[in-house]
């Protein structure tokens, strides 16, 4: 096992100099091993970028721009990535444009501060919701995955939960996510409270941007560092133009006298504030004049892309690997999603007795380069591949390595 291979990838100079091991992504766009890749048009526009200086408001008064173009919203705004989007959207609906409130998070003593989320919808990503003060009422159960035909949630839960103290709802979009979204926003606006939908790997399809916002969602949150391959470190929150302004105010710097104070006005409206709020609990989460001008590149391009091009070429990879490892008499594949709200698709690689999915995965992260695969079917002996962030050079070497440590 972990023995070498005629199989092989070429390796980035950069991490060859700092001496730390590469890993070669089958795994999707993960974050804990870098996303994805940032398109060339968006390192060019860095690049530039970081030749001069900008107002940075200007800058993201640009981005929303085109947030609103590409999504239908009212406005949009660039975060450091899709968690700081969901933190500096519980911020916008607890303090809205109230600067007392924003200079006092996260203590919300004496402010509606609770988010109602389903309780199938909860997962370690609502930690942001937290850190901007709020407190989090989940609803429901987990009914749907015992198999007696009840539901997790009911949407009149979701109202009985809504009362004085209540900021919003949270919404997690995934497949599987119940209640279905135009019936949370259909209760939240009943009750005149917002929904903040966290989206953030789901595009894929490109029409997923506007998809949320035509549903009624008041701030949808998208990751900047995945498909749409901008910088990592990048978000998009898409919504309402009031709640845009309050991430705005909370977000940018503010150690300004008012007598100079211009926010560029489609993204903040000065005389709708009582006047320069402090720095926000936005300021430690900063987006730099590079990453904005790369994340409206890699927009701009990702609108145009031929989808079914891409989701073809990744399905040719999927079947290309499912096939070659199909030989194998330890293991069984099925090449699975790809369709619909599905990303691309994935190879699911069903291991036998003779190995387990656990002892695999660390054998191929302890390659050189490593070999990361997705994992989160390993309690049921399941690899999968995920071809999104592969070339065929690297598919190769995944599928070569997979066998040489069975």
Same mark, same amino acid.
């Given at each position: 096992m972990g023995q070498s291979s005629e199989q092989s990838v070429e390796l980035t100079s950069i991490y060859q100099d700092l001496g730390v091991r590469e890993v070669v992504n089958a795994a999707g766009t993960k974050t804990r091993i870098g996303g994805s890749l940032i398109r060339e048009e968006a390192l060019e526009a860095m690049n530039s970028a970081a030749s001069g200086f900008v107002e940075v408001g200007d800058l993201q008064a640009r981005?929303?721009?085109?947030?609103?173009?590409?999504?239908?919203?009212?406005?949009?705004?660039?975060?450091?990535?899709?968690?700081?989007?969901?933190?500096?959207?519980? /911020? @916008?609906?607890?303090?809205?444009? #109230? =600067?007392?409130?924003? $200079?006092?998070?996260?203590? %919300?003593?004496?402010?509606?501060? *609770?988010?109602?989320?389903?309780?199938?919808?909860?997962?370690?990503?609502?930690?942001?919701?937290? /850190? @901007?003060?709020?407190?989090?009422? #989940? =609803?429901?159960?987990? $009914?749907?995955?015992?198999? %007696?035909?009840?539901?997790?949630? *009911?949407?009149?839960?979701?109202?009985?939960?809504?009362?004085?103290?209540?900021?919003?709802?949270?919404?997690?979009?995934?497949?599987?996510?119940?209640?279905?979204?135009?019936?949370?926003?259909?209760?939240?606006?009943?009750?005149?409270?917002?929904v903040i939908v966290d989206a953030a790997a789901e595009v894929?399809?490109?029409e997923n941007l506007e998809r949320f916002v035509d549903t009624g969602a008041d701030l949808v949150v998208f990751s900047g560092g995945k498909a749409i391959r901008g910088p990592q470190t990048t978000g998009i929150v898409a919504g309402r133009q009031d709640l845009i302004q309050s991430i705005a105010l909370q977000h940018l710097d503010m150690h300004v006298a008012h007598e100079v104070w211009e926010p560029p006005r489609e993204l903040i409206d000065p005389d709708s504030v009582d006047g320069v709020p402090r720095q926000g609990i936005g300021r430690p989460m900063k987006v730099g004049k590079e990453e904005l001008a790369g994340l409206i590149r890699a927009l701009e391009v990702f609108?145009?892309?031929?989808?079914?091009?891409?989701?073809?070429?990744?399905?040719?990879?999927?079947?290309?690997?499912?096939?070659?490892?199909?030989?194998?008499?330890?293991?069984?594949?099925?090449?699975?999603?790809?369709?619909?709200?599905?990303?691309a698709p994935v190879v699911e690689v069903t291991l036998d007795d003779t190995r387990s999915a656990k002892e695999l995965v660390a054998a191929l992260r302890a390659e050189d380069p490593r070999v990361y695969v997705g994992a989160d079917g390993m309690g049921d002996n399941v690899i999968a591949i995920n071809p999104m962030c592969l070339d065929d050079e690297e598919l190769t070497y995944v599928v070569d390595r997979i066998e040489a440590n069975l």
């Open positions: 981005a929303s721009e085109l947030i609103r173009e590409v999504t239908g919203a009212q406005a949009g705004y660039v975060t450091s990535g899709a968690d700081a989007g969901l933190l500096l959207g519980a /911020a @916008a609906a607890i303090a809205g444009s #109230d =600067v007392a409130a924003m $200079d006092q998070l996260p203590d %919300t003593e004496g402010l509606a501060d *609770e988010i109602v989320v389903p309780r199938t919808h909860r997962t370690g990503y609502d930690h942001a919701f937290r /850190a @901007a003060g709020a407190e989090i009422v #989940d =609803v429901g159960t987990n $009914d749907f995955h015992l198999g %007696t035909g009840a539901t997790n949630v *009911e949407p009149w839960e979701i109202d009985r939960a809504i009362g004085e103290d209540t900021a919003a709802v949270g919404y997690l979009q995934k497949t599987y996510t119940q209640p279905d979204l135009e019936t949370v926003v259909e209760v939240a606006h009943d009750n005149d409270v917002p894929p399809p490109i609108v145009d892309l031929d989808y079914e091009e891409l989701s073809a070429t990744w399905r040719r990879q999927a079947e290309r690997a499912a096939e070659a490892l199909a030989t194998n008499e330890h293991l069984s594949t099925t090449v699975t999603g790809g369709e619909g709200e599905n990303v």
